[in-house]
């Protein structure tokens, strides 16, 4: 299994409302990769999803309040970059961990106006 990772984030909402997600990746992370991703993303843990083509999280949120809220925003958290257990192998693989990296490392600015809750 080490020749696969596992990116976990989560959306929290203004009221602290969590949905987790996490992508199976090809290819082993490194400290360094998690120091890299962290270096790019805003306070060392923010990210927009739609701008790094990562599913974003929030419509799990919206089955409970019936669609966005005033409590929804952009921004995504980072919680791990990880090497893949057994129990991660079953999802579909979304690209390879250098793929992300560049996509991570591409970004000069965070562009609030990708997600749909830009406002709200």
């Known amino acids: 299994m080490t020749n696969f990772s ?9 009221s602290n409302y969590k949905s987790w997600g996490f992508l199976l990746l090809h290819g082993a992370a ?15 843990d923010y990210f927009i999803a739609e701008q790094l083509c990562i599913p974003p ?8 309040s019936g669609g966005p809220t005033i409590d929804d925003h952009v921004w995504h958290t980072f919680h791990a970059l990880r090497a893949a ?3 991660d192998m079953g999802a ?5 961990v250098e793929d992300l ?16 809750h830009w406002g709200i």
Do not use: M
């Open 30 to 44: 490194s400290n360094a990769d998690i120091d890299d991703v962290q270096r790019h993303f805003d306070s060392g």
């Open 101 to 116: 990296l560049q996509k991570i490392s591409a970004v000069q600015a965070w562009d609030e106006k990708l997600s749909p």
């Open 57 to 64: 999280l929030y419509a799990e949120l919206w089955r409970f």
């Open 92 to 96: 579909p693989v979304h690209g390879t």
């Open 6 to 14: 596992v990116f976990e984030y989560c959306y929290r909402d203004a």
């Open 85 to 87: 257990t057994a129990q």
